[in-house]
């Protein structure tokens, strides 16, 4: 696997499923909002997370000289490792393909509040309440087994805080929008697995 597959991986969760969504629906599936409440603030703090993992992949991929300066842990920095890395990154781009296409045209990055979706639980949806996000960090993790350095770990440390307030939001959000029907689904199905 070359460093050029990690930006195809990124290419092809966000951006091609954006893409398609939203030539399907005429919905734009960025949904953050540029408000100062909770959701806002978290939609940015996304983008900066987007905007590091791009700058990290695509100066490992074609400035390798500069690695470097993203303080690298070169003891980690081994074959073996690289292969669990690229593992979980195929298992996630699995994972989040799969559950964003049993999400449908519900799937959104952030909470929709003006384009209604039926509540999703069927697929993986039917094992975790949050199978994208549980793709996510297996990516993260596959990231930083690829490039271990105090950049992806930052991006390790703040997606998870990040991804876990997100998903206190959208649940809040789903028991409002969907009332006992979400609420019987949340005590049947876990929030990870």
């Known amino acids: 696997m070359t460093p050029y597959n990690l930006i ?13 969504l939203w030539k399907k629906t005429g919905i734009n599936p960025l949904t953050f909002n540029k408000t100062d409440d909770a959701h ?3 939609g940015k703090i996304f983008t900066i997370i987007s905007i590091l993992e791009l700058l990290i992949v695509g100066l490992y991929a074609f400035k390798n000289e500069w690695y470097e300066y993203l303080l690298p842990f070169w003891y980690l920095e081994n074959e073996t490792l690289q292969k669990i890395g690229w593992g979980f990154l195929i298992v996630s781009l699995i994972l989040v393909w799969i559950a964003q ?4 045209n519900s799937w959104r990055i952030g909470i929709d509040e003006e384009n209604k979706a039926k509540l999703v639980t069927n697929g993986m949806f039917s094992i975790s309440r949050n199978p994208i996000f549980l793709g ?3 990516a993260n993790i596959g990231l930083f087994l690829i490039i271990p350095n105090a950049f992806t770990l930052l991006i390790i440390s703040l997606s998870t805080i990040s991804i876990n307030t997100q998903i206190r939001l959208e649940e809040e959000f789903l028991k409002r929008e969907f ?12 929030r990870w697995i």
């Open 101 to 104: 296409t049993h999400m449908a």
């Open 136 to 138: 996510i960090m297996v």
């Open 179 to 190: 009332g006992k029907d979400y609420e019987d689904y949340a005590n049947k199905v876990r």
């Open 40 to 42: 806002g603030f978290n």
């Open 8 to 20: 195809i991986y990124f290419l092809l969760v966000f951006v091609v499923r954006s893409v398609l």
